[in-house]
């Protein structure tokens, strides 16, 4: 490819820069939703798109595919030379969907599985797609296992985000998170507030996120459409594309998609917490 000048150099590098995120938070917090549907709102912009989900519950995707996907794990245990069709599938607005997978509750390590999938995709060139923009890791949080870190750790992705509300151990867990970025070295893009309803939510996390040194990127308001496309296994992007609701996701997906300011997170040791959070309760 040749540039006719330093400006359309700089041009082809920008448009063709991928982005690789990991987007972390507590089980339970809406981080599978807000992944979908950034996933699809990015899809909707006319972006190419991969949605790698690696919590073991297998559900990151299920609103994107339409219904559950067989894991990468399940795979292995029943085709003896996987291909790439066998584990990437195509979803809404044509996103790349894949399921890391785990084992049965109770039995073996889940981290593991992170570890099995993202060896698999790079062993069959999942990633040397040049026409993605966007790779997106749906990384559950809470859990203590080397194989959950396994997306910053490998150099899978290169930024990180934590979906958070203002409640207690969701903030809690998005600070223990924020210990682990900071061991790794890696990159925080900021805190997504996905709002519980509960009082003074977002400055208390907005407040949090200054303490730690980053900030919002976005947040996300509480809707029952959100539920009521999930019923249906759809994002809110494709059942709702003209609700206030979907307005939102799209400005945090272009939010992040745009961002370019990132930090080394400075997490709170558990008494700094504890003091922080007792102090909204005085409010």
Same mark, same amino acid.
Request: charged share 25%.
């Given at each position: 490819?040749?540039?006719?000048?330093?400006?359309?150099?700089?041009?082809?590098?920008?448009?063709?820069?991928?982005?690789?995120?990991?987007?972390?938070?507590?089980?339970?917090?809406?981080?599978?939703?807000?992944?979908?549907?950034?996933?699809?709102?990015?899809?909707?912009?006319?972006?190419?798109?991969?949605?790698?989900?690696?919590?073991?519950?297998?559900?990151?995707?299920?609103?994107?595919?339409?219904?559950?996907?067989?894991?990468?794990?399940?795979?292995?245990?029943?085709?003896?030379?996987?291909?790439?069709?066998?584990?990437?599938?195509?979803?809404?607005?044509?996103?790349?969907?894949?399921?890391?997978?785990?084992?049965?509750?109770?039995?073996?390590?889940?981290?593991?599985?992170?570890?099995?999938?993202?060896?698999?995709?790079?062993?069959?060139?999942?990633?040397?797609?040049?026409?993605?923009?966007?790779?997106?890791?749906?990384?559950?949080?809470?859990?203590?296992?080397?194989?959950?870190?396994?997306?910053?750790?490998?150099?899978?992705?290169?930024?990180?985000?934590?979906?958070?509300?203002?409640?207690?151990?969701?903030?809690?867990?998005?600070?223990?998170?924020?210990?682990?970025?900071?061991?790794?070295?890696?990159?925080?893009?900021?805190?997504?507030?996905?709002?519980?309803?509960?009082? +003074?939510?977002?400055?208390?996390? &907005?407040?949090? *996120? =200054?303490? $730690?040194?980053? !900030?919002?990127?976005?947040? #996300? @308001?509480?809707?029952?459409?959100?539920?009521?496309?999930?019923?249906?296994?759809?994002?809110?992007?494709?059942?709702?594309?003209?609700? +206030?609701?979907?307005?939102?996701? &799209?400005?945090? *997906? =272009?939010? $992040?998609?745009? !961002?370019?300011?990132?930090? #080394? @997170?400075?997490?709170?040791?558990?008494?700094?917490?504890?003091?922080?959070?007792?102090?909204?309760?005085?409010?």
């Amino acid at each position: 490819m040749r540039f006719n000048s330093c400006f359309d150099w700089l041009f082809g590098v920008l448009m063709v820069k991928q982005k690789k995120i990991a987007i972390y938070g507590k089980g339970g917090i809406g981080k599978s939703t807000t992944v979908a549907n950034i996933a699809a709102s990015f899809s909707q912009n006319h972006k190419n798109v991969m949605v790698i989900g690696c919590d073991p519950k297998a559900d990151t995707t299920r609103t994107l595919f339409g219904k559950r996907l067989p894991t990468i794990l399940n795979t292995i245990k029943n085709t003896k030379n996987p291909r790439l069709g066998d584990i990437v599938f195509g979803g809404f607005g044509d996103v790349l969907c894949v399921e890391s997978g785990g084992p049965e509750p109770g039995v073996g390590c889940a981290g593991r599985g992170v570890i099995v999938a993202m060896k698999l995709l790079e062993k069959l060139g999942a990633f040397e797609d040049d026409n993605l923009d966007v790779i997106l890791y749906d990384v559950l949080g809470d859990v203590v296992c080397g194989g959950f870190a396994v997306p910053l750790k490998e150099n899978y992705a290169d930024e990180v985000f934590i979906v958070t509300s203002g409640e207690y151990m969701s903030l809690y867990a998005a600070n223990n998170i924020s210990k682990g970025i900071k061991k790794l070295k890696g990159n925080l893009g900021g805190i997504i507030c996905n709002c519980k309803g509960i009082e +003074n939510e977002q400055i208390i996390v &907005e407040s949090f *996120a =200054k303490r $730690i040194g980053t !900030n919002v990127i976005g947040t #996300i @308001p509480r809707d029952e459409l959100v539920q009521k496309s999930e019923i249906e296994a759809k994002t809110l992007i494709e059942k709702y594309p003209d609700s +206030n609701q979907a307005k939102k996701y &799209e400005k945090l *997906a =272009k939010n $992040i998609f745009e !961002n370019n300011s990132y930090s #080394i @997170p400075n997490p709170m040791d558990d008494d700094e917490f504890e003091e922080f959070f007792i102090n909204f309760s005085k409010i």
